[in-house]
C-alpha cells in the first residue's frame, strides 16, 4: 500500500524529528559564558558530554580541550570541522571542551591586555571546568589539540603550563610563526615583527621545544599545506633533540575537510594516554 503524505503533515514530521534532535543534542551540549578577570570579558564555550554523564555519580571523566583556528570561535569544530564530536565523546566516554580564543593565537599579549587567552584557557577555563564538572583533576586526566592557529596554541599552552596539560596534539599547526609576520593579526597581539623580533622569537613553539621534553606529542600535517614546511621543521628539531612525539604527514590541505580525518588519530592518541590498560 503506497501513502501519500501531505505537505503539511510532512513538515509536522520533520519538526518532530528535528525537535526530538534538538533535545538530544542539549542533553549532550552545554554553552556557557565564562568571566574572564584577566581580561574583563565573558568568554564562550562548547562542552559536549558523554552519553550517561550524571553529575552525581562518582565517576570523573578525562577532558580534551580543542581549539580552533584564526577566524574561528567556539562553534568552529562543532559546527564546520567535525559535527559528529557528542558521538565521538560517548564512544570514548570524555568531555570536549572548545573555547572561543577570538584570534588571540593563545598567547597573553604583551601589547594587548584584552588579549590574555594563555591565562584564560589555562587557568581561568580549566579551573571553571573543573569545578562544574565531573574531571579527573589532573595532567594525567587533560589533553590539548588544535588546528591552525589552535595547532599552535595547544603546544604553546603544554610548554608554557606542563603542570596543567599531560599530553598534546597539533594539527597543521603554525609552530613557527616567524616566516609570516603579516599574516592572521598576529602583529596586532605581538607588535610588528620589524620591531618586536626578540618577542616574536620568544613566542614561537619551535623556539621553545626543549620545554616539550616528557610530554607524549602528536603532530599531523597534509601534504599540500601551507605549514608543511614549518612542521617538518619542527619535526626534525624533535628528532635531534631526541624527544619522543608521533609524527604523520599525509593527504590534504589546510582546510577542514583534512582536519576532520586528522582529529580522529589525535583522539586516539589521546585515549591510549588516558586509558592505557585497554
Known amino acids: 500500500m503506497k501513502v501519500k503524505l501531505s505537505h503539511r503533515f510532512f ?19 552545554d554553552t556557557i559564558d565564562i568571566y574572564s578577570s584577566k581580561m574583563n570579558v565573558r568568554v564562550k564555550n562548547i562542552v559536549i558530554l558523554p ?24 562553534l568552529s569544530w562543532l559546527k564546520v570541522v567535525k559535527p559528529t564530536l557528542p558521538q565521538l565523546a560517548n564512544k570514548y566516554q570524555f568531555i570536549i571542551v572548545c573555547p572561543d580564543g577570538k584570534n588571540s593565537w593563545y598567547w597573553d599579549s604583551p601589547v594587548n591586555p584584552k588579549s590574555q587567552y594563555d591565562t ?40 608554557q ?12 599547526g603554525g609552530v613557527d610563526i616567524r616566516p609570516f609576520p603579516n599574516n592572521w593579526e598576529m602583529s596586532k597581539v605581538l607588535g610588528s615583527y620589524v620591531n618586536n623580533k626578540s618577542v616574536w622569537d620568544a613566542h614561537t613553539v619551535i623556539t621553545n621545544v626543549d620545554k616539550l621534553k616528557n ?17 617538518e621543521n619542527l619535526h626534525k628539531l624533535l ?3 631526541k624527544i619522543n612525539h608521533t609524527y604523520i604527514i599525509t593527504s590534504g590541505e589546510h582546510n577542514s ?13 589521546f585515549v591510549k594516554f588516558f586509558f592505557p590498560e585497554n
Open 11 to 29: 513538515y509536522f514530521l520533520l519538526l518532530v524529528v528535528l525537535t526530538g534532535s534538538l533535545s538530544l543534542f542539549a542533553q549532550q551540549i
Open 51 to 74: 552519553d550517561g554523564y550524571n553529575k552525581e555519580s562518582k565517576t570523573e571523566y578525562p577532558v580534551i580541550y580543542l581549539l580552533h583556528g584564526y577566524g574561528g570561535n567556539h
Open 120 to 159: 584564560y584557557v589555562s587557568q581561568e577555563l580549566v579551573t571553571y571546568i573543573d569545578k562544574h564538572y565531573k574531571t579527573i583533576n589532573l595532567p594525567k586526566g587533560r589533553a590539548i589539540s588544535g588546528f591552525s592557529m589552535g595547532g599552535h596554541g595547544a603546544l604553546w599552552l603544554t610548554l
Open 161 to 172: 603550563h606542563p603542570d596543567v596539560f599531560g599530553v598534546c596534539g597539533s594539527m597543521s
Open 215 to 231: 610530554i607524549p606529542l602528536i603532530l599531523d600535517c597534509g601534504e599540500d599545506d601551507f605549514f608543511l614546511e614549518v612542521n
Open 239 to 241: 628528532l635531534a633533540k
Open 257 to 269: 575537510q583534512y582536519w576532520n580525518k586528522a582529529v580522529e588519530w589525535q583522539l586516539a592518541f
